[in-house]
């Protein structure tokens, strides 16, 4: 199984960036896929994630400014990031989850988000 991200880079406090996951290796029609992000000293947190069903949610600090899209027969999921601002600075990482005791998560790599002037 993996989760290939791509799309961070550094954009300046108020800009846009647009993230890609793409899953291979199992079906994932039945996860639940999202991003997560980690900051230096800060604990994971979520993203957004849109659920087998379609059914989205996101993180308190995003709403309202990102979106997130799921291809289904790509496996693939987008992360459209609007308005970003200096905290949104982070290691983002792709998670597909079974909600399964029996099957672990999957994690990609991450991606390094950086918003700076």
């Known amino acids: 199984v993996q989760l290939v991200e791509s799309g961070g880079g550094l954009v300046q406090p108020g800009g846009s960036l647009g993230l890609t996951c793409a899953a291979s290796g199992t079906t994932f029609n039945v996860y639940d896929l999202g991003w997560y992000r980690q900051a230096p000293g800060k604990e994971r947190e979520l993203v957004a994630v849109?659920?087998?069903?379609?059914?989205?949610k996101y993180g308190d600090s995003v709403k309202g400014r990102f979106a997130i899209y799921r291809d289904t027969p790509k496996d693939t999921i987008y992360l459209q990031m609007n308005d970003l601002k200096p905290e949104d600075t982070a290691v983002y990482y792709c998670?597909?989850?079974?909600?399964?005791?029996?099957?672990?998560?999957?994690w990609g790599q991450g991606t390094q988000v950086t918003v700076s002037s």
């Open positions: 998670n597909a989850d079974l909600n399964s005791a029996y099957v672990p998560p999957y």
């Open positions: 849109v659920a087998s069903t379609g059914r989205t």
